[in-house]
C-alpha cells in the first residue's frame, strides 16, 4: 500500500545544539521510499553518516532561535506484514553475525533478568516464531498500553513492574523476553497508520526461521501500514532526535501518516 | 546553489535481468538531497544495501517487456567546489585508514605504471594539492575531451596513449597519476549541471590536506554544480547501471541538470 | 615492556553450549602482539569473525564433558599509559563518526540519570581530559574497590547506590559519568600486570583531544603494564565468555600475568 | 593437519619507507591459527587495522638501514579443501551483499573481455561448481605454470596472450573467466605446503552453492595444506608487502612451510 508520512519538529534554542537525528528511512525488506522531503528552517550545514546498524543519521547544530525540521515520505509498503507460525528458533551456532549483538542486554532491554519469565510464558510453545507470537500475546494481555510517548524510556524491568506502557515500553520487554531465549531481537521506530494519537510509533523484530519478522503488541498493530525509519538494539540506539547540551524546549513535534493511491497505478 | 536533476532509463528487456543500480545520492559534504524521486515501471521488487563505499545501491531483477527507472533529485549544492592551493600531502603513515584503500591500482588506473610520468607532469609543484591541480591542468592541455559517455570504459593506459577521451577516462587518468605519486584519489559519478550534451558525468577527488578534493579536467568542469551520486576505485565501481547476462536493449539514457529557486527561498 | 599473559577457562559442560570467546587481543595503539597461543581441548571447529567494534570474537559449540580453553600472548606495551591533561573536550559536531555511538547510554551505564552528579563533580574543571581526570580521582576517593570479577554485573546507578564495586563497576560508573558530559567513553576488558588477586581487569578510556585516553579508577592501576582485549559499550558488550543455554558450572578461571625479558632485547 | 609456516623478509632500506604488510593470518572457514609470532628487527611502532575485505594489516615506516620481519604461524588446517562438484549457481539477485563486489572486473582480472571465452570453455557444464572446475582444469591444460612470483603482476589479457604464468597470473586468468559467468570469485594468498621452489602462493576461490569453494590451477595444487592469509579482488588487494616510495632493495624473502605433530596429539 502507498502511504505518505511526514514528522515536524519545531525548536525554539537557547544555545547553539548539536543534534543527531535519524530521520530518513532508507528502502528495506517490505518497503520502498518512492519520495522524500526533508528541509531545514533555517537552512544549514548538515552532515549525514550511517550508524553501526546502517540508519542513515543527521548531524547539525541547531542555532539559536526558531528552528524546524521537516520531512515527508512517501513509502510503497506491503499490505501485510510478513507472519510465518512454526519458523524455527536458530541455534546460536548457525546465527548471521550481524545478528548476535542483538542477543546482548542493552541499556532498556535487560534481558539477563527475564530468563525465568521468558520460558513461564513461552511453555509448550514450540521454539522459534510461535514463541516471540506467544510474547507479544502476553504483552497484549498483560502490559496495559497507554497512547502516547511518554517521556525518558522506561526499561524492560520497569515496564514489567508497572505493567503499563507506551509502545517502545512494550516493545522493549518483548525484546528482553526474547533474547532470553535466545532469539535475536531489535527495536524498530517508525510510522505506522491509523496510530491514535498518531505519534512516532516504536515495535520489535525478532530473527526466527531465518530472518526478521515484525512484532507489536499495542493495540493499535495493524497488519501492514508500517514504515520502519530506524533500527537499533533498543531506544538508547534508535533516537528520532538525540541533543546533546541544555535541553532545548518547547518541542512540538506533529506526526501525520495517510494512505493514498499514486495518480498512476 | 538549488539543482534539480533527474535521470531516466527506458529497457526493452528480452530475458529478465538482474541489475544493480547506482542512483540515489547520499547527502555529503557539499551537497543535501533535499527532495528525491525514484520509481519503477512496472512496479516491483528492489533490494537496497550499502556496497563498500557506503553508496546505497538497488538490486532487482527486471522484467520481460519495457521496462523503465526514472529518479530525480532536488540538492541543495555548495555553490562553489573547495579549492586548497598548498594543501599539503599527507605521508602513507598518517592517512586515515579508510582513505589507503584508494591508493591502489584498479581496473581502469593502472597507477603502478604512471610513477615516472607522474613525477615529470608535477616536477617543481609543492607536495600535495598543488601536484593535483598540475595533474588536472595537465590533462586540459594534453587530452582532447570527447563529449558523450563512450561504450567500455578505458583504462589509464589506454587513454594515455590515445590522447583522447570522455569525463570518465580523463578522470582514471588523473587518478593514475594521483596514485602514482601516493595520493589517494577516487573516481565519482554524478550530475554537473551546464554540461553538453547533458549527460551522467565522471570527476575524481584526490585526498589532500586532510580531506578529499574535486578535481574535473573536462572543459566543462564548472566552479559548483556538481551533485555526486557514487564513489569508487574506479567505473568498474561505480556503474550507474550494472547489468548481468545478456546486454539489455536497446537502451535509452535521459538526464536532466538545471538550476532552480525555491518559493521559499 | 615486555608482557606475558595468559588465561584458561576450565568447564564442566552437560547439554551442548554454545559460547562467544572473546580472547584474541589485537594490535593496537599502545600494544604490538607479538606471539599468541590459543588452544582448546577437545579440539573442535571454532569460527572467528569480529564483531561491530572489531573485536576478534570465537564462536563454538563446547562439547559435554570436561572442557577447556587456553590462550597465552606476548606483548610489547607501552612503559606508560598516556596521560594527557588539558587535552580538550571535542563538540559534538566535531566527533569522528565511529565515536558517536560511545555517547549512548548502554545496558551497565545509564547515563541520562548522570547529568547533574557529572557537572557537580567536574565542578571548575576544563572541559575535556581534566573532567574525567577528575571523575576518576573522585571514584577513587568515593566507590570502595572490591578485587574480585563479582557475579553479574552492576549497573552505574546500582554502583552509586552501593559505594562499592569490582574494576568493572568503577569503569561502568566512570563512563556513565563521562558521556553525561557528552565525552565518549568505552568499557576496556583485559590483563593488567601486578592486580591482586591476578584476574582479568576491566577499565575505561574517554575520548578527548581527538583520541582515546586510558583511565582506571582502581587502587591496582598501573603507570603501564596494560593489555587490552576487548572494546565496548560496557561490560554486555565486551564478555570474554558468553555461554547461552544453561549456565556451564564449574568454571574455573586462571588468569596470570607476568613481565618478562625476550632474549633477544 | 598441522601446519607450521613462516616468512622472513629482509631489507636494505635507504630512506624511511612506510609500508602496509598482510602477514597476520585470521582463522576462518577451514583454518585456526593456533599460535603466532610476529616480531620486527629493530622493533618499531606498528598499526594494525583491518581492510576492506577484513584482512589484518600492518602499517609501519621502516627505518634506514638493515631491516628485517619474520612472522611465524602453526595452524590446524582441513586435511582437504572441501570440493563440491554441482553445487549450484546462485542468481545474482540472491548473491549475500558482501559477495556482490567479487562480480566486477578490477585491476588484474579484467573480466568484461572473457565472456565468450568462459562460455566456450565451460560449454555444456552445469551452471555454478561445475562451471569452475572445468576452468581450472583448462587452466591446468593450457597455460604453462611456471614457479617463482614474477615481477610485476601481469593481468588475465596477458596471462591469456601468454599462455604462462606464475600461481598469481593463473589464478587472475581462473578469476576472470569466473566473473565473466556472473559467478564471484576472488584471489587468496597464503602458504601451501609442498610448493617447489617453496614461496608464497596464490590461488582463488569461487563462491558457489552458498559459500567459497578453494580452486588452485597450478600442478602443486595439494589436496589440503593451504593456510590463507589475504583475501581480495586481485593481487593489487592482496599484497603481503605493499611499498610506498623509492624502492627497497636488496630484498630477501624466505618462506617455510611444514607439517607437523603437536606433542599432545
Known amino acids: ?23 530518513r528511512p532508507r528502502s528495506g525488506a517490505q518497503q520502498w521510499i518512492a519520495r522524500e522531503e526533508y528541509a531545514f528552517s533555517p537552512r544549514l550545514h ?17 542555532p539559536v532561535g526558531a528552528f524546524s525540521i521537516r520531512t515527508q515520505v512517501e513509502v510503497l509498503t506491503a499490505d501485510y506484514v510478513d507472519r510465518c507460525p512454526g519458523a524455527e528458533f536458530i541455534e546460536i551456532q548457525n546465527l548471521p553475525q550481524g545478528v548476535l549483538n542483538f542477543l546482548l542486554p542493552s541499556r532498556y532491554c535487560e534481558s539477563e533478568q527475564f530468563n525465568h519469565m521468558a520460558l513461564e510464558i513461552t511453555a509448550g510453545q514450540k521454539l522459534g ?12 494481555n ?47 521506530v517508525g510510522y505506522l497508520e491509523g496510530l491514535e494519537p498518531m505519534d512516532m510509533h516504536a515495535w520489535f523484530e ?27 538494539r533498543d531506544a538508547a540506539d534508535v533516537a528520532v ?13 506533529v506526526v501525520k501518516v495517510e494512505q493514498f493511491f499514486p495518480k498512476d497505478a
Not at 241 to 253: D, E, M, T, V, Y
Open 1 to 23: 500500500m502507498w502511504l505518505r508520512a511526514s514528522c515536524e519538529l519545531q525548536f525554539e534554542i537557547t544555545v547553539p545544539t548539536p543534534l543527531i537525528l535519524m530521520l
Open 46 to 62: 548538515v552532515e549525514e553518516f550511517s550508524d553501526l546498524y546502517g540508519n542513515l543519521c543527521q548531524r547539525l547544530v541547531a
Open 129 to 140: 516464531y510461535d514463541q516471540v507470537a506467544c510474547i507479544e500475546n502476553w504483552l497484549r
Open 142 to 188: 498483560n502490559i496495559l498500553y497507554q497512547p502516547g510517548s511518554g517521556d525518558l524510556p522506561v526499561s524492560a524491568v520497569g515496564v514489567n513492574a508497572r505493567q503499563v506502557g507506551v509502545c517502545r515500553d512494550l516493545a522493549h520487554l518483548g525484546i528482553a523476553l526474547c533474547r532470553a531465549l535466545s532469539i535475536p531481537a531489535r527495536l524498530v
Open 206 to 232: 525478532a530473527y526466527v526461521g531465518g530472518r526478521w519478522y515484525t512484532f507489536d503488541a499495542t493495540p493499535t498493530a495493524s497488519p501492514g501500514a508500517y514504515i520502519a525509519i530506524g533500527y537499533g
Open 241 to 253: 532526535c538525540n541533543q546533546f547540551g541544555p535541553p532545548a524546549s518547547p518541542l512540538k513535534q
